[in-house]
């Protein structure tokens, strides 16, 4: 059974993983046959969010690989461990997590940095010819890891995340909500998601087909 990374980067969509997207990937790996492997980071998140207000509680702290523990029913993987994991592809939901935790991009946009575990990760999938899915927001952190192999990604239509994108050295290429899009042979594929929605349906569907070509080409 080929086994699939999913890269988390906290619970919930304003200051972790978008959760919907994330359970959306875990369902359509094992549709598909596969096995999924939740996997976070084991850092502190840069902030917390209250989901109802959409205010930062100040004074709180949560850590991403214990909060990702919730979507993954408690059986999540330190990044740090990746490589004894045996992985043949790696999955990277969106939310803000990723733009928060996993990188600065939230912050600094074109300017941003990755984390470095996560950089490696990436990086190393990359050029072992694994196939790496990247969903809704995280294509930022392929164009930054990847721009210089002439990489391309989406992030659905819009215009300051693709100048972003393109600024890294990447290029972006439109894409609706229910489809993907497949560079370097396959080995990135990237879906816009919430980056477009509107629903959860929609949404579904392009992060099933992303799921269905990784496993493919894996």
Not at 1 to 22: P, Q, R, T
Not at 137 to 164: C, F, M, R, W, Y
Request: negative net charge; proline residues 3%; charged residues 20%.
């Amino acid at each position: 059974m080929k086994k699939i990374g999913v890269l988390l980067s906290g619970c919930g969509v304003m200051d972790g993983s978008e959760i919907h997207e994330a359970v959306l990937t875990l369902l359509a790996i094992d549709v598909a046959g596969a096995q999924a492997i939740c996997i976070a980071p084991d850092i502190n998140q840069h902030h917390v969010i209250n989901h109802a207000t959409g205010e930062e509680m100040t004074g709180e702290t949560r850590n991403v690989l214990i909060e990702s523990a919730r979507i993954a029913r408690g059986d999540v993987k330190n990044l740090k461990d990746i490589h004894s994991l045996n992985l043949d592809a790696l999955i990277l939901p969106g939310g803000f997590g990723a733009a928060k935790n996993l990188s600065d991009y939230a912050f600094k946009g074109a300017d941003f940095t990755v984390l470095p575990d996560v950089a490696e990760a990436v990086r190393s999938f990359y050029e072992a010819g694994k196939p790496l899915g990247f969903i809704c927001i995280s294509p930022v952190i392929a164009a930054k890891v990847l721009g210089k192999e002439n990489v391309e990604v989406t992030i659905g239509t819009d215009q300051e995340s693709a100048s972003n994108i393109e600024a890294v050295g990447a290029t972006h290429v439109n894409c609706r909500v229910y489809n993907i899009h497949a560079s370097n042979d396959g080995k990135v594929v990237s879906t816009p998601a919430y980056m477009l929605g509107p629903t959860i349906k929609d949404v579904a569907q392009g992060i099933e087909k992303l799921v269905n070509a990784v496993v493919a080409l894996a």
